[in-house]
């Protein structure tokens, strides 16, 4: 009975034993803990150092370049289509400059053949004028020249019907033949032109 | 079983939870209450030895192993146009460069630490991670040795940059005799900024991994064997708490992995900051 008692109870306390871990244990490591934490964390930081975080490094610095690679071309992009811009006003404004000046061109060059024309014009009808003043002149020296050899022969005529009719009336047909002879006399000139045309 | 070890035939608190809490009866095969020795899994290779692996090992490896076939998988196939997976990953690589490294450190400086501070995120939140795993369930910072270990790399690299950039006399000056502080508060300051930088950090970096995950992992256990203790071997309406403590189960599990990423973000946050103060030299 006894014996069986005491087996138990050793039995009992060795289980108790088996179980028990002080509280202090957890403060103090076995040395096959620290061993083997050694060993897991040399496993990780060999990775990570060496292969893990430069990858990483390397991937994440390819990223900023290309962003920064895109903001710069990007940035290009505009300044260039900025050029563009800043080139296609400038042109327009030429343009504009161009148009105006030829306009004003086309005007002054318009004023001037207006002007021209309008002299010729003038020149024109002086000359016309003048032919036919001239033409005029002709044709009244013409006419002056007939008139004058008829003048002569109705003169002649009447001056023979007058002296061959009236003489009561003597003293006025003699005043009319007195005036015509000197007449005569103070244009002989001009008979004398009449006659030679 | 562990016979090797010295301090089994003491008692510990925990372990005597089982008797203190009232459906923990002592008949049959009971409520399996957690307890710390869940943290010393019986050895399964090399029993005794500086490589003696037992199951935290084993989940350790498959952490560290899954973390690292993952990230060199993405990695390589990593391209200027990110598919789904990679856009996950960069969005955690940028969370620790831009919030925690260049937050903290400043654009230049970050440069150099950001690779330490995204192993360091990525290690804990895998092997915290493995503590919500089935079948894994425990989680690698739960067992003091890797936070001691991730602890004591930060150690080194802080104050090696601090000595790098101020000298080894630069570094203590300034961390120990801080400016603009009366002659005589040296008396009191000095000690304590000693104990700061060169046990305190380290400590606590380790200490608030550890416990965290501890903690952790032993509510998960409370609710889930209270889960099927209910389940399975209460008798009647005993049965309805089991429901209760299934749901809490599964918030604590979503709240676990929460910790899980909260614990990684602060350890690289503090990480960072004490990188900070040791290359500042006035701070």
Not at chain 1, 31 to 52: E, G, K, N, P, Q
Not at chain 1, 117 to 128: F, L
Not at chain 2, 94 to 118: C, H, M, S, W
């Amino acid at each position: 009975m006894s014996t069986a008692v005491a087996a138990a109870l050793v039995a009992a306390v060795e289980e108790d034993h088996a179980e028990a871990a002080e509280g202090i244990d957890l403060l103090i490591p076995a040395i096959y803990d620290i061993v083997w934490s050694i060993v897991v964390l040399a496993i990780i930081a060999f990775a990570f150092y060496r292969f893990v975080l430069p990858k990483f490094r390397a991937v994440l610095d390819e990223r900023t370049d290309l962003i920064q690679g895109g903001i710069k071309k990007a940035e290009s992009a505009q300044a260039e289509a900025q050029a563009a811009l800043e080139r296609n006003h400038a042109e327009l404004a030429e343009a504009r400059a161009e148009a105006a000046r030829i306009r004003e061109e086309a005007r002054t060059e318009g004023a001037a053949i207006v002007a021209e024309h309008r002299q010729r014009a003038t020149v024109e009808a002086e000359r016309i004028l003048d032919t036919a003043h001239k033409q005029i002149e002709a044709e009244r020296q013409q006419a002056s020249v007939q008139l004058r050899a008829e003048v002569g022969t109705l003169a002649t005529e009447l001056a023979s019907r007058i002296v061959g009719e009236s003489l009561q009336d003597e003293a006025r047909q003699s005043r009319v033949v007195d005036r015509f002879l000197d007449e005569l006399a103070a244009e002989p000139s001009r008979a004398n032109a009449g006659t030679v045309q | 079983m562990r016979p090797s070890r010295s301090h089994d035939h003491r008692e510990h608190p925990l372990s005597s939870l089982a008797t203190i809490l009232p459906f923990a009866t002592s008949e049959g095969e009971g409520f399996h209450a957690p307890t710390i020795a869940d943290f010393f899994p019986a050895p399964v290779l090399f029993e005794g030895s500086f490589l003696e692996v037992n199951r935290l090992q084993i989940v350790r490896l498959i952490a560290a192993l899954a973390l690292v076939i993952f990230m060199v998988l993405v990695a390589r196939r990593a391209r200027l146009v990110p598919g789904r997976s990679q856009n996950v990953v960069e969005l955690l690589l940028d969370f620790v460069r831009v919030n925690v490294a260049q937050e903290i450190l400043g654009k230049e400086r970050a440069r150099k630490y950001v690779p330490l501070l995204t192993t360091l995120f990525f290690a804990i939140l895998a092997f915290n991670l493995t503590g919500v795993v089935p079948l894994l369930n425990i989680a690698g910072t739960s067992l003091i040795g890797l936070p001691l270990m991730l602890a004591l790399w930060v150690y080194v690299m802080y104050l090696g940059a601090g000595i790098r950039a101020q000298g080894l006399g630069g570094f203590l000056r300034s961390n120990l005799f801080p400016p603009g502080v009366p002659v005589f508060m040296y008396v009191l300051l000095t000690p304590i900024e000693f104990l700061t930088v060169f046990v305190l950090r380290p400590a606590t970096l380790a200490l608030r991994l550890m416990a965290n995950m501890v903690a952790g992992h032993l509510m998960l256990v409370l609710t889930f064997s209270a889960t099927q203790f209910f389940l399975l071997e209460a008798s009647g309406a005993m049965k309805v708490f089991g429901a209760l403590t299934l749901v809490s189960g599964i918030a604590l599990t979503l709240f676990e992995v929460f910790v899980a990423a909260l614990q990684a973000y602060i350890f690289v946050v503090l990480t960072a900051v004490y990188l900070n103060l040791s290359v500042e030299a006035e701070h």
